[in-house]
T-cell receptor, first 113, second 111 residues
Framework: GAGVSQSPSNKVTEKGKDVELRCDPI?????LYWYRQSLGQGLEFLIY????????KSGLPSDRFSAERTGGSVSTLTIQRTQQEDSAVYLCASSLVSLSEQFFGPGTRLTVL | GQQLNQSPQSMFIQEGEDVSMNCTSSSIFNTWLWYKQDPGEGPVLLIALYKAGELTSNGRLTAQFGITRKDSFLNISASIPSDVGIYFC???????????FGPGTRLSVLP
């Protein structure tokens, strides 16, 4: 079956512009996670959605970052007024139920010039 | 917040050698996961561990859930070039709130 997909695979933007990153989780998975990975670094947790519950936003680095999950499926991570330090790979993962094994997408590489 | 440490940070080995890496924490974890990330890809789950003392194999990979529940080990036997990548551990804390990821061990295999 299809895995987690993310789009775009690469995004280059100018400082100050807004960007939207999309994640399509595995069908039937109720939990969805966003992570940020800077070059050569580990995974930084950003936000977690579980079903229709309020998301856990504890990892969002600033109020420029927000995420939505529509209909319990597709999620969009939005970064407003991008800064150069936002440059990273943004990874999405989904799991069948809350806190079970996570399956990752290929990531979106964001470059802010 | 809770943190995981992984060692070594990086390692260079000869093809055919066995590899051992570990993941440690000052807190108890209830689940340990090991992932491998190839360059330009997302992490792929290798092994999941659910019980203290559990030893699980997946081909040439073997992982163990430490008895103290504060550590986990991953061993790779007879390494091959495609083993190159970054190996991440992840733990589910005792409160079951979220997974915490380690910083990774970067493995390079020399022919």
């Amino acid at each position: 079956g299809a895995g987690v997909s993310q789009s775009p695979s690469n995004k280059v933007t100018e400082k100050g512009k807004d960007v939207e990153l999309r994640c399509d989780p595995i069908s039937g998975h109720t939990a969805l996670y966003w992570y940020r990975q800077s070059l050569g670094q580990g995974l930084e947790f950003l936000i977690y959605f579980q079903g229709n519950s309020a998301p856990d936003k504890s990892g969002l680095p600033s109020d420029r970052f927000s995420a939505e999950r529509t209909g319990g499926s597709v999620s969009t991570l939005t970064i407003q007024r991008t800064q150069q330090e936002d440059s990273a790979v943004y990874l999405c993962a989904s799991s069948l139920v809350s806190l079970s094994e996570q399956f990752f997408g290929p990531g979106t590489r964001l470059t802010v010039l | 917040g809770q943190q995981l440490n992984q060692s070594p940070q990086s390692m260079f080995i000869q093809e055919g050698e066995d590899v051992s890496m570990n993941c440690t924490s000052s807190s108890i974890f209830n689940t340990w996961l090991w992932y491998k990330q190839d360059p330009g890809e997302g992490p792929v789950l290798l092994i999941a561990l659910y019980k203290a003392g559990e030893l699980t194999s997946n081909g040439r990979l073997t992982a163990q859930f430490g008895i103290t529940r504060k550590d986990s080990f991953l061993n790779i036997s007879a390494s091959i070039p495609s083993d190159v990548g970054i190996y991440f551990c992840a733990g589910l804390d005792n409160y079951g709130q979220n997974f915490v990821f380690g910083p990774g061990t970067r493995l390079s295999v020399l022919p």
